[in-house]
């Protein structure tokens, strides 16, 4: 796969039409239609405007053999920003997140339909290599997995198998500094990474997944498995994070998903996307009443 699959020309045509919407700053879609179990209207496709579109979910269908996991989802999420995707356990939260980087291609039974477009390029398409993807695309996973290696080889690791010839020891500093974690291990690089605090493996796990140079990272809950004091460090990284990368962010927490990101994607039970905005509206006010119930605590 060529790297040009993730240049944006695509996406000019399809986004010259809503110019006009996108100049008042709003959360624009088009008509709504309606669910037939619910009565409720669904989300089309939505965007954020003044912002670029990097990741585009067009009818996006998830089953696994007969059940299906995923309703039809379209939104589109914006350019370095960070974006928390929440809703109860079991609504399709991962099953999305995978989704952008293909790993459900390791799940026999899942079947995927309509679209998932990286930069105006559907990643279902035969001619995407999901490895080449992968390295634009990073995932960090709830529980910290470090390679049975030494901290500088887990950094460097995916760097040697896209055969990568520039200054190694410059990029594994630069990624370890990268995930905050540089000044705490920059003395004992050789040693086990599996040695690290449960906290250090999930940033040494960030600058593994930041050292390709990706453009988006996903995180699928990072901080579930942490304390207070690390998930508090692991919140300041994924800020910091989003000056350089699109971060898209697995939490049942709802507090820290109000804490730490910009837009907020509610799933709701039978696998679909009900809201998606700022957050800071989705929290304080809702358009859905399913969704008002369940951040307020009503159900879920």
């Known amino acids: 796969m ?3 699959y993730t240049v944006g020309d695509e996406r000019e045509n399809e986004q010259d ?14 008509p709504d239609p309606v669910d037939e179990t619910t009565g409720e209207t669904t989300p089309s496709i939505q965007h954020i405007a003044d912002a670029d579109t990097v990741i585009e979910a067009a009818d996006l269908t998830v089953h696994y053999g007969d059940v299906e996991a995923l309703k039809p989802v379209n939104v589109r999420l914006p350019a ?17 997140l995978r989704c952008i980087n293909r790993m459900n291609d ?20 035969e001619d995407v290599d999901p490895v080449a993807l992968r390295r634009k695309i990073g995932m960090v996973f709830q529980k910290p997995n470090p390679f049975p290696k030494s901290i500088y080889d887990n950094v460097a690791y995916g760097l040697e198998i896209q055969g ?11 990624a370890l500094r990268g995930a905050a974690l540089w000044d ?32 988006v990272i996903l995180m699928d809950e990072p901080a579930s498995a942490l304390d207070p004091v690390a998930t508090a460090k692991v919140e300041d990284l994924i800020d910091e994070l989003a000056e350089e990368y699109t971060v898209v962010i697995v939490t049942h927490n709802m507090q820290q998903a109000a804490r730490i990101s910009d837009k907020t994607a509610v799933f709701l039970t039978g696998g679909q996307l009900v809201e998606f905005g700022e957050t800071n509206r989705i929290f304080e006010n809702p358009e859905n009443q399913r969704v008002e119930d369940y951040i307020t605590g009503k159900f879920g």
């Open 2 to 4: 060529s790297d040009s």
């Open 17 to 30: 039409g809503a110019a006009a919407d996108r100049a008042d700053g709003r959360n624009v879609s088009t």
């Open 80 to 96: 370095q920003e960070v974006t928390a995707i929440i809703g109860p356990s079991g609504c399709g939260k991962s099953t999305f």
């Open 106 to 125: 390791m799940v026999d039974a899942a079947r995927v339909g309509g679209e998932l477009r990286f930069r105006g390029k559907n990643v279902y398409d």
């Open 164 to 174: 990568y010839d520039g200054d190694m020891d410059a990029r594994v500093e630069e």
């Open 184 to 215: 705490e291990v920059k003395d004992q690089l050789d040693e086990s990474g599996l040695d690290l605090s449960g906290g250090q493996q999930q940033r040494l796990c960030i600058a593994r997944a930041i050292a390709p140079d990706p453009e």
